[in-house]
């Protein structure tokens, strides 16, 4: 009797095991991952630049099932994805939902550095800054990156309409003010955030600017970032409103809560808001 027992026992045991292990797979089954993206990464081989560049791409959630519509596109500076990319990337998916509706739907384009003090610095005669960053100089090559190699694979790859936006910041800040001041057709809106013009002792807003025929949105912002930051950000927001044409819409925003780190984001969306939002009447 008592085996029979214990064989009994043993055998509710083997049941509520093989229960546990069903249980379990179908678990398991519920717990199956796959991949999220918001986008696409590529690499391509620059001639200009004479390396290989990484581009992060996000596409606005409509351009997989609306083949007919085309977008404005944004190209990020310091585009990496442990970078801006992927915040910056956010706030275009959140400005862009129609509750909020502050700016279209739009592609962002995140260029990966390289070198990026080579990339975003033209030649400083400032013995400080040659000591500091001895491979920069290679502003007018990446100008030109962009210009002739960038844009125009993008153009080729994705469903892009006419409107093209430039947001730097830091030393990116620098190469973007080179580009509106040199080339200012290659983009129709420039954010400008905490732009390093210390650089070769401030000669860059030194620069005779002269405001496009074309319209231009610019919004120039900067956080508490010490008496040089704040003050050579204001003189380019000056230099910008002084030599305006009266098409262009130009903005200035001061964080006084943020620091060179982390104004980025808020001053992003802040720009966001000023350009891009449709007005009610």
């Known amino acids: 009797m008592a085996v029979i027992k214990s064989t009994q026992f043993l055998l509710v045991i083997f049941l509520i095991s093989c229960l546990a292990s069903l249980f379990a797979e179908e ?26 560049r990484i581009l992060n791409v996000y596409l606005p959630n409509s351009y997989t099932y609306d083949s007919t519509k085309v977008y404005p596109v944004i190209y990020l500076l310091d585009g990496s994805v442990d970078e801006d990319f992927i915040h910056i990337a956010g706030l275009v998916q959140f400005g862009s939902f129609s509750w909020i509706n502050m700016l279209p739907e739009t592609i962002v384009v995140g260029i990966a550095n390289g070198d990026r003090r080579r990339d975003f610095t033209y030649p400083s005669n400032n013995a400080e800054d040659q000591k500091d960053f001895p491979t920069a100089g290679g502003a007018d090559k990446f100008i030109e990156f962009l210009e002739s190699e960038l844009q125009p694979l993008i153009n080729e790859n994705y469903r892009i309409g006419a409107n093209r936006t430039l947001i730097g910041q830091s030393l990116g800040g620098l190469l973007a003010t080179q580009v509106l001041f040199r080339k200012p057709t290659l983009f129709d809106n420039y954010i400008i955030i905490s732009p390093s013009l210390w650089w ?23 956080g508490k970032e010490g008496e040089i930051m704040e003050r050579l950000a204001k003189a380019l927001f000056d230099k910008l409103k002084s030599g305006n044409a009266d098409n262009n819409q130009i903005h200035f925003g001061f964080f006084e809560e943020l620091s060179h ?21």
Do not use: M, W
């Open 261 to 281: 780190g982390d104004a980025l984001h808020l001053a992003v969306y802040d720009a966001f808001n000023k350009l891009f939002r449709k007005k009610k009447d």
């Open 200 to 222: 070769d002792d401030e000669s860059l807003l030194d620069t005779n600017y002269k405001a496009p025929a074309a319209r231009k949105s610019i919004y120039v912002g900067v």
């Open 27 to 52: 678990q398991a089954e519920i717990l199956q991952r796959s991949q999220f993206s918001i986008g696409e990464t590529i690499e391509i081989q620059s001639a200009v630049l004479d390396e290989k």
